[in-house]
Every structure is written in C-alpha cells, then in structure tokens.
C-alpha cells in the first residue's frame, strides 16, 4: 500500500512539475496570447507592434489590464487608439504597463514595508507609477491620480512576470 501510495505522489508531484516547467518557458506575450482575457491587450500589442520587445530576454514586469479593465475606455477611444496613425501613442500608453525587471510580488509587498505603504516604479516609458497598500490591496496609481487594483500577481514567463490589473492605468 506504502508503495502505491508513494508513486500516486510521485506522478502527481511530476504532473505538476512538468506544468509548472511549461509555463515556465512560454514567455510574456505566449501566456498573454494563452489567456482568453487579455485578447485585447494582444490585440493592442499587435497594433502598438510591441509583441517582439516583449517577446525579448526582459526580465520584464507587465501589469496587465484584462478585457474589462480596456471596457471601461470609452470604445470610439479604444478603437482610435488601435488605429495605425495612433501607434505611437498606444506604444506608450502600453509600455506605462511595464517595468524593467522581473518584480514578484515579494519584492514590491517588501518595497512597500520599506516605502511605507508606497513605492515608486519607473516604466519603460519613463513616466512613473506608484504602487501602494489601499483598502486592504494593492493598487497602482497612474499620473493622472487614477488607480488601478492588482488583482492576481506573478504569473510567471521566462522573460519576466505578470500582475493582472483591473483598469488600465494612464500616462500623463
């Protein structure tokens, strides 16, 4: 019985190992394309023509609105922006989601405690966000004072980390 036991652990312990190692390689914008809610964000990536910078070594920390944070924009603002003539500023409204690095939420739960309930992060495109403990959660404030609740961390790739937010933060 002790040996059925033992190797019914073992397959499960390898089952999730061997998933865990799968997720592991696929990078950033794999996972992204993998999950059903971020179809938009895909979709503006493909549109801003970020899918290769994030599809590069990184480490990269992404804090990635879902399909109902990109719903709160107006949609004839959404649409515009997908536009080709607008493909610039897409590009920097995208990578204001982005942080050089591979930041778990270990890292910014211990920048906080050192921030003392705040912490600010620069974004690749060089505007600031800054992360803070509010309301029981942690949330990002964008320049424009807007917040934006983290609602699952460290989804982890190969070439970085995703924290999934619940609206899309703004840059100035």
Known sequence: MKKIIVTFALIAFTAVFNQTQAQAKKDIVDIAVSVDDFSTLV??????????ALKGDGPFTVF????????KIDSNTLN???????????AGILTYHV?????MASDVAAALKKGKGKVELTTLSGGKL????????IYLKD????????????VAGSNGV????ESVVMPK
Do not use: C, Q, R, W
């Open 80 to 90: 515009s922006l997908l536009e080709p003539k607008n493909k610039s500023t897409l």
């Open 64 to 71: 990635a609105p879902t399909n109902d944070a990109f719903g």
């Open 99 to 103: 942080v050089s690095g591979k930041l």
């Open 143 to 154: 320049a424009n004072g807007n917040y934006s609740k983290i609602a699952k961390t460290d």
């Open 43 to 52: 979709t503006a990536l493909k549109a801003a023509d970020l899918v290769g």
């Open 130 to 137: 800054t992360a803070m403990s509010k309301d029981g959660g």
């Open 162 to 165: 995703i924290h999934i937010i």
